[in-house]
Nanobody, 119 residues
Framework: QVKLVESGGGLVQAGGSLRLSCAAS????????MGWFRQAPGKQRELVAR???????NYADFVKGRFTITRDNAKNTVDLQMNSLTPEDTAVYYC?????????????WGQGTQVTVSS
């Protein structure tokens, strides 16, 4: 069982930046993909960004050019650098890990970290 722990959330003014970090209790090199998701009140959880073990990264359109996902297999961490934040980015952000490239299902989830962007 792998445990994922997020950190780095908080309150920031619009236009500001935050860096989220996800630390895994095991090797993230074993996972096909690591992703950051978010869920705002009253909305469905949505994928923000993901990075695969082949080095590919994908971003949701609403964060392209503002957010950057990076992984460090040696440290078993996945970070999300968030710049030019807007109030619409307010949500609980979750780190997740996917085992198989043949599935879209993410198998492990962190507890989430709150990001609040004030106008």
């Amino acid at each position: 069982q792998v445990k994922l722990v997020e950190s780095g959330g908080g309150l920031v003014q619009a236009g500001g930046s935050l860096r989220l970090s996800c630390a895994a209790s095991g090797s993230i090199a074993n996972f096909n993909a690591m992703g950051w998701f978010r869920q705002a009140p009253g909305k469905q959880r949505e994928l923000v960004a993901r990075t695969t073990n082949s080095g590919r990264t994908n971003y949701a359109d609403f964060v392209k050019g503002r957010f950057t996902i990076t992984r460090d297999n040696a440290k078993n961490t996945v970070d999300l650098q968030m710049n030019s934040l807007t109030p619409e980015d307010t949500a609980v952000y979750y780190c997740a890990a996917k085992i198989s490239r043949l599935s879209t299902q993410y198998n492990y989830w962190g507890q989430g970290t709150q990001v609040t962007v004030s106008s």
